[in-house]
């Protein structure tokens, strides 16, 4: 069993570790994550810890992305749990907390992406992925890291911190990680927890539509036949109510009208089960002639 890791909840505490593993020529590996920590959050851990001598997971309901009628009240909270996955995968130190710790009442700096930001759950979830920015943007600033690993399954996250990143200088690899379904093909995530079983068994319709997707995209078909195709076979959960899906190009996330060859595509989606709003998406690339 690896050694408990250490658990940070203050800036303070932080500081000092991460000085003391940079005197050491340690390299650093950070996994930023909201906590209620999951298999998908495992391989990212897994995944920083091939990769560096330190292993940060920082565990984080940051109120800034969320919106005012949205869940971060409700969030799941686990820290208990969350400690032995980490433990559990080897990590060195957990970065918990507190919101007032993080953020000043009257702060008014941000960080803030312009361009890809415009789309999909940012067209959705006004000023979201400000707080995503800028919450990452601290943890990059307090812990220095070489790498950060992120999941695909947040996809526009992903690209619009890739985008941060390298706009703004800093010296991190952002490490890209795949995507982790249950066998039944629903992608993890800590809002699952939300789902009623019924909700559970009906989401496999964004899975199953995104496979279909897949298969539609190999077999040149044209973009606005394969939002069709997704659709019409979400529209056979009685329970699915659609916030957008989307076919778009993976540089800019724009909507996708007519295919390039060899063109990189991400098929998106965000559907409502109940109140619970899930996401999913997979990479895809057209046809090469
Ligand atoms: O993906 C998440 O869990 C969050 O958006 C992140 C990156 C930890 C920032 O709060």
Redo the contacts with the bound molecule.
């Keep these: 069993m690896n050694k408990a890791p250490l658990l940070l909840k203050n800036k303070a505490a932080l500081r000092k570790f991460i000085k003391s593993a940079k005197k050491d020529g340690k390299t650093i590996a950070l996994v930023?994550?909201?906590g209620a920590l999951h298999a998908g959050h495992a391989s990212l851990i897994k995944k920083a810890r091939q990769l560096a001598d330190a292993v940060v997971v920082?565990v984080?309901v940051?109120p800034t992305?969320f919106g005012p009628n949205e869940d971060f009240a409700k969030y799941p909270r686990t820290l208990k749990e969350d400690l032995l996955v980490c433990q559990e995968m080897g990590a060195d130190a957990v970065f918990a907390p507190q919101p007032k710790e993080m953020y000043f009442d009257d702060r008014s700096a941000w960080v803030n992406e312009e361009a890809l930001s415009r789309f999909l759950c940012g067209a959705r979830r006004i000023g979201h992925f400000k707080?995503?920015c800028t919450?990452?943007s601290k943890l990059f600033n307090l812990v220095q890291p070489d790498f950060a690993c992120?999941?695909k399954k947040?996809a526009q996250?992903l690209l619009i911190l890739e985008r941060m990143v390298r706009d703004l200088d800093f010296p991190i690899k952002i490490v890209e990680c795949p995507l982790i379904r249950e066998k039944s093909g629903l992608a993890l995530s800590s809002r699952n927890k939300y789902l009623s079983p019924e909700e559970k068994k009906e989401a496999l319709v964004l899975s199953r539509s995104l496979k279909a997707a897949k298969d539609a995209v190999a077999k040149g078909k044209s973009a606005a036949e394969t939002k069709k195709l997704i659709a019409k076979i979400i529209a056979t959960s009685p329970l699915a109510k659609i916030d957008y899906i989307s076919v778009c190009d993976r540089e800019t996330l724009e909507e996708v009208k007519t295919f390039k060859k060899g063109q990189k595509i991400l098929v998106a989606l965000a559907v409502y089960f109940g109140t619970t709003r899930l996401i999913d998406n997979v990479w895809l690339t057209t046809p090469k002639k």
């Design positions: 930023p994550t909201m920082s984080f940051n992305q707080g995503v919450v990452v992120f999941g947040d996250q």
